[in-house]
């Protein structure tokens, strides 16, 4: 269950009346730069890159509900992460889970890795493995947990442990989760990062990302290297995700619901071969998943009895669900990884990962759950 008081704080965080107007919510402070009295002296703000007042109040809003004492709010997830592991030199050691976001993969294998950091894939469920695998040059592990499309959660308290026997940090992309239904922070993590365009967006309609931390020394670094490079959050991007935080709570609820409604029907479908979801008490994470999180989120992935062909005629035969990427909005999403999302996955670490052509993902929304699983078995019944 979420923490009942993290419904005010949505609501309430970051947001102060304007102290001109009193409008109640925080305006679109559109401007590139500021005004100054004199030489350096200024209100707080002198120029968009390095801080702004709507980007400022989103971020005094993430902060609070992910429990954090530093949070910075960027263009884009992938823009959030390239300014964590920009802070890395070469020779630098990082292990991460090997079913991370795809575009973490990429980032990691063909971007950073040219510069001489040396990225280790590594099935982080398996702790014996991780721990030996930690160098004298590790200095990061990545976590991410529930993972994407498998739902395989990870142990956040025991790899930060591992991480930090080595010196190293741990950083969790708790995007899955939302931080309503996980704080890696209070499980020991030092660093959490979010693709904000998911469940903290909601309505899929801007892209943007997400660091948080209570390490002001790391804080200090990623605010840097965010200002040094540029990758910032606009205003007009800044307003709609704190006004979406504000129904964050409700939401969430409503998405986790729905996804148990829908994972408990297709687990005892005979068409469907096998359905991934933490709810489910034979989801081998279940156990771990309600130790370490507060609800289950709502992303549900299943393996359809048939080929690729069961599968388009599936997602053909929706009305309600939508065939697209990206996840955790409002309106419910199917999507085919192995084609779509993880379409630039390495073929071999996609089979190990169990990303075939039966395979397909669900962002369930917060519509009404029996409207979606009448939608499901619809669409199973014309295949
Ligand atoms: C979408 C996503 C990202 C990347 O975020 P963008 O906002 O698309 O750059 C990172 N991690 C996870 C788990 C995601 O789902």
């Known amino acids: 269950m979420i ?10 965080a970051g947001t102060e009346p304007d102290p001109v107007t009193g409008a109640v919510m925080t305006p679109i402070y559109q401007s590139s730069t500021f005004v100054q009295e004199a030489p350096g002296q200024h209100k707080g703000w002198d120029y968009s890159r390095g801080t702004n ?23 884009s997830g992938l823009a959030a992460e390239q300014a964590i592991v920009q802070n890395l030199s070469p020779g630098d050691h990082v292990l991460v889970c090997n079913d991370v976001y795809g575009g973490s993969g990429r980032l990691f294998r063909t971007v ?3 510069f001489g950091i040396e ?84 309505h899929s309609d801007l892209v943007g990302g997400a660091v948080m ?30 006004r979406s935080i504000k129904s964050l709570a409700v939401r969430m609820e409503k998405h986790a619901a729905n996804a148990q409604a829908v994972a408990e029907f297709l687990v005892e479908h005979p068409k469907v071969r096998q ?19 507060t609800g289950f989120s709502g992303i549900v992935s299943f393996q359809i009895d048939g080929d690729l062909d069961a ?16 996840l955790g909005g409002v309106e419910s999403l199917v999507n085919h990884p192995e084609t779509m999302t993880h379409a630039s996955v390495p073929p071999a670490l996609r089979e190990e990962l169990g990303i075939g052509p039966s395979l397909l993902r669900l962002s369930v929304g917060i519509e009404h759950d029996r409207d979606l699983v009448d939608d499901l078995a619809a669409a199973l019944e014309g295949i």
């Open 311 to 326: 599968a388009t005629r599936f997602v053909q035969g929706l009305k309600v669900f939508a065939l697209a990427e990206s």
């Open 53 to 75: 007042p709507s980007r400022d109040a989103l971020q005094a809003a993430l902060a609070a509900i992910e429990g954090a004492r530093h949070a910075i709010a960027f263009s």
């Open 119 to 202: 990225f280790e894939f590594l099935d982080l469920s398996d702790l014996d493995r991780a721990r030996a695998a930690m160098r004298p040059e590790t200095r990061m592990v990545w976590i991410e947990t529930p993972t994407n499309p498998t739902l395989q959660v990870l142990d956040i308290a025991a790899l930060a442990e591992i991480a930090h026997e080595r010196g190293a940090v741990a950083v969790v992309d708790n995007t899955f989760a939302s931080p309503l239904f996980q704080s890696p922070l209070k499980l020991g993590a030092d660093i959490v990062v979010h693709s904000t365009t998911k469940y903290i967006g909601g």
């Open 112 to 114: 950073m890795a040219r």
């Open 213 to 242: 931390t209570d390490d002001g020394e790391w804080a200090e670094k990623i605010r840097y290297m965010q200002f040094a490079a540029g990758a910032v959050a606009g205003p007009i991007e800044s307003f709609l995700l704190h």
């Open 3 to 12: 923490d009942p008081h993290l419904y005010t704080v949505a609501v309430h």
């Open 275 to 293: 359905t991934f979801y933490p709810g489910l008490p034979g989801h081998p994470g279940h156990d771990l998943a309600r130790r370490q999180m």
